[in-house]
């Protein structure tokens, strides 16, 4: 089973930029892709990004796309979100899944499709 721990979430102004970690330790499969959900108050976890570890190729949602981008470090086991150009709807915390992907990145967007969630990363905008 893979651990999951996030870290670098913060306060940033709109248009600032932060990064976010995600470092995974145990057994991951070839296959597996790590991204990033996140969950503003009082709303459901939403998709954000995701890569996939062998292909190496990755899925943002269109609300973060040519804002956010998600990268890998195999040395290192962990996983980056740089998120630049911030805005207030980015606050939320940010929680780091793992799982195994297919041809297709839907189905591992849906957050019922994963378990074992960390404490997630807190992320707050002003404006």
């Known amino acids: 089973q893979v651990q999951l721990s996030e870290s670098g979430g913060g306060w940033a102004q709109t248009g600032a930029s932060l990064r976010l970690s995600c470092a995974a330790s145990?057994?991951?499969?070839?296959?597996?892709?790590v991204g990033w959900f996140r969950q503003a108050p009082g709303q459901e976890r939403k998709f954000v990004a995701a890569?996939?570890?062998?292909?190496?190729?990755?899925y943002y949602s269109d609300s973060v796309k040519g804002r956010f981008t998600i990268s890998k470090d195999n040395a290192e086991n962990t996983v980056h979100l740089q998120m630049n150009s911030l805005k207030p709807e980015d606050t939320a915390v940010y929680y780091c899944?793992?799982?195994?992907?297919?041809?297709?990145?839907?189905?591992?967007?849906?957050?019922?499709?994963?378990?074992?969630w960390g404490q997630g990363t807190r992320v707050t905008v002003t404006s």
């Open positions: 145990g057994r991951t499969f070839n296959h597996y892709a």
């Open positions: 899944a793992a799982g195994l992907v297919g041809t297709h990145w839907s189905p591992w967007t849906n957050p019922r499709a994963h378990s074992g």
């Open positions: 890569i996939s570890l062998n292909r190496g190729s990755t």
